[in-house]
């Protein structure tokens, strides 16, 4: 599975902004499907993700209730809606593919879950 992601720039807080990212190969909707972040000089953390079907959703708590997680399996594209962006969702944000047939969607929140990466789209969120 081939990721590309897009849709980052520069909002001011209160703002929104949303990420695609694009999937290649026939095996997507059998995936997890994750985004995480990551903001200079700290680790990569976790935003949300999302299983194949029917579609369930789990979010990092900083970001609950402000962003959306969903998936287009027929365009083999997944989304990250953001709203009301703060400074502190300042990062580079990747997407990520996991293959965990039968997993929690509780277990799917760390970087070694995920098998494969987007390179990342920037967001910066302005005070």
């Known amino acids: 599975v081939r990721l590309q992601a897009s849709g980052g720039g520069l909002v001011q807080a209160g703002g929104s902004l949303r990420l695609s990212c694009a999937a290649s190969g026939r095996t997507f909707i059998t995936y997890f499907m994750g985004w995480f972040r990551q903001a200079p000089g700290k680790e990569r953390e976790f935003v949300a993700t999302?299983?194949?079907?029917?579609?369930?959703?789990y979010y990092a708590d900083s970001v609950k209730g402000r962003f959306t997680i969903s998936r287009d399996n027929a365009k083999n594209t997944v989304y990250l809606q953001m709203n009301s962006l703060i400074p502190e969702d300042t990062a580079v944000y990747y997407c990520?593919?996991?293959?965990?047939?039968?997993?929690?969607?509780?277990?799917?929140?760390?970087?070694?879950?995920?098998?494969?990466w987007g390179q990342g789209t920037l967001v910066t969120v302005s005070s």
């Open positions: 990520a593919a996991g293959r965990r047939l039968g997993m929690p969607i509780t277990t799917m929140t760390t970087v070694d879950m995920y098998d494969h």
């Open positions: 999302i299983n194949w079907s029917p579609g369930n959703t």
